[in-house]
Nanobody, 123 residues
Framework: QVQLVESGGGVVQAGGSLRLSCAAS????????MGWYRQAPGKQRELVAT???????NYADSVKGRFTISRDNAKNTVYLQMSSLKPEDTAVYYC?????????????????WGQGTQVTVSS
């Protein structure tokens, strides 16, 4: 199995910064894309940022220029540096990791989600 452990959420004032981490462990042959999503109360889960195994990144328009996604392949960890936080960034943040697992027939790709970490930005 594969486990994802998130950390780094909390309460911060508007304009402040937080750094989220998500470490994957377990039966991992390879890791493809990694990403962060968020879900605010009463809203659907939305993409925040993704990063491919080659380091290409993609951001939601609402966070461009304020958030930075990065990864440490040696540690199977993805990070989200959040700066200039706004009250509308308040949400539960989830990491998502596409893991390749070795099967008898080859390698299968599986999607895994973290448990979520609360980010609250006060005005």
């Amino acid at each position: 199995q594969v486990q994802l452990v998130e950390s780094g959420g909390g309460v911060v004032q508007a304009g402040g910064s937080l750094r989220l981490s998500c470490a994957a462990s377990g039966s991992i042959f390879s890791i493809n894309a990694m990403g962060w999503y968020r879900q605010a109360p009463g809203k659907q889960r939305e993409l925040v940022a993704t990063i491919t195994s080659g380091g290409s990144t993609n951001y939601a328009d609402s966070v461009k220029g304020r958030f930075t996604i990065s990864r440490d392949n040696a540690k199977n960890t993805v990070y989200l540096q959040m700066s200039s936080l706004k009250p509308e960034d308040t949400a539960v943040y989830y990491c998502n990791v596409q893991v390749g697992r070795r099967l008898s027939s080859g390698v299968g790709l599986y999607d895994y989600w973290g448990q979520g970490t609360q980010v609250t930005v006060s005005s």
